[in-house]
């Protein structure tokens, strides 16, 4: 005799349910598709320019006439978005981040592009200074170096603008300034884009999972030892992550952004569990550096981990991802 001892059996048992492939597609919850992806892409002035990054292997940093092709390949795979970060020459960065709203400024020539060969393909902007600031902060600083708050939601106002008369689709403000949602709403609405819409980065949290992006975008060496804690989040919080998107909701924000991903997850589920609005999480820099450099020591396999956080960030309520392993997922996805 083997087992319970005769007479007992479990009432229940749950193993059942996972027996067989069939059953276990059958109970699953929750499940990824290609429709919750946003690809970021960094890119170059010129033409014909392709950079790696060594910090996030499999990423190229790239001229638009390349984006392009890229770009090609993501909509025949069904990604619905790309989102866009700048990579600026020091000669264009300045203390006033005049750069950031030059109608023929770099994002502002590559929205068109894109839009124009693609129109199909959701353009998301970053707004935020740190790419043309000298000093590598999102904002305008004082001679403290502190981030004054009104006069750079005068600047973000502007960049918003000129993103989304470029075509922008969606405009992302992720400098965590306060009021900025409401102003640039304000203006987009007096300027006739009413259908632009905001994606709010309202939980960013000041985190060290950014490092690999700083790199990529050439801020980490204007921004030196300084960091972003007087705007960005204390990673100790949660209660004020719902207070930030509650005003972000309220001032006109269509979706919101929960920021990095995979250690934050639960605060995706409080606030989804709250707002019942859309919630995007950025897997972020260094979280794709980890599984990458785990992966190419042979110490994970690749596509399971990305595949389960993944599926993680719909668990806990996410709508959309935005991973610099969307092009690999798209793949993945369809040869399965
Ligand atoms: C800055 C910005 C950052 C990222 C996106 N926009 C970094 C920062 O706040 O310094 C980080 C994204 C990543 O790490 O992948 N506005």
């Known amino acids: 005799m083997s087992g319970f001892s005769f007479g007992f059996y479990p009432s229940t048992r749950k193993r059942r349910n996972r027996t067989d492939d069939f059953v276990r597609r059958l109970v699953a919850e929750n499940q990824l598709s290609v429709n919750d992806l946003i690809y970021p892409v960094f890119v170059l002035p010129g033409e014909k320019q392709q950079q790696a990054v060594s910090s996030m292997p499999g990423v190229e940093r790239k001229s638009v006439d390349l984006l392009l092709q890229e770009i090609e390949q993501l909509v025949s795979l069904g990604v619905p978005a790309v989102a866009l970060f700048p990579v600026v020459g020091d000669d264009k960065k300045s203390l006033q981040a005049e750069e950031a709203y030059n109608e023929q400024g770099l994002v502002q020539t590559a929205v068109r592009a894109i839009k124009h060969r693609f129109p ?35 600047v973000l106002t502007k960049q918003a603008l000129s993103h989304a008369a470029a075509g922008a689709d969606i405009v992302a403000p992720s400098d965590m300034m306060d009021g ?157």
């Open 180 to 336: 900025r949602i409401g102003a640039i709403r304000e203006s987009l609405e007096v300027e006739g884009f009413v259908n632009a819409k905001i994606l709010a980065y309202s939980a960013k949290y000041a985190s060290a999972f950014y490092g690999p992006f700083r790199d990529a975008v050439g801020s980490a060496g204007s921004l030196g030892k300084a960091d972003k804690k007087t705007y960005q989040m204390d990673p100790a919080n949660s209660d004020e992550a719902l207070h930030e998107i509650a005003l972000d909701i309220e001032e006109g924000a269509d979706m919101l952004m929960v920021k990095p991903g995979m250690p934050y997850l639960d605060i995706i589920r409080r606030v989804k569990e709250n707002f019942k609005v859309p919630v995007f999480a950025y897997h972020v820099s260094g979280e794709y550096a980890m599984l990458k450099a785990a992966s190419q020591n042979g110490w994970l396999d690749e596509q399971a981990v990305v595949m389960e956080a993944m599926t993680c960030f719909k668990r806990a309520g996410t709508d959309a991802i935005l991973t610099y392993y969307a092009k690999d997922i798209a793949h993945w996805l369809k040869n399965s």
């Open 120 to 154: 199909e393909m959701g353009v998301i902007t970053d707004i935020a200074l740190d790419p043309y600031t000298s000093h590598g902060q999102d904002g305008i600083i004082d001679k403290n170096g502190y981030v004054l708050n009104d006069e750079t939601v005068d």
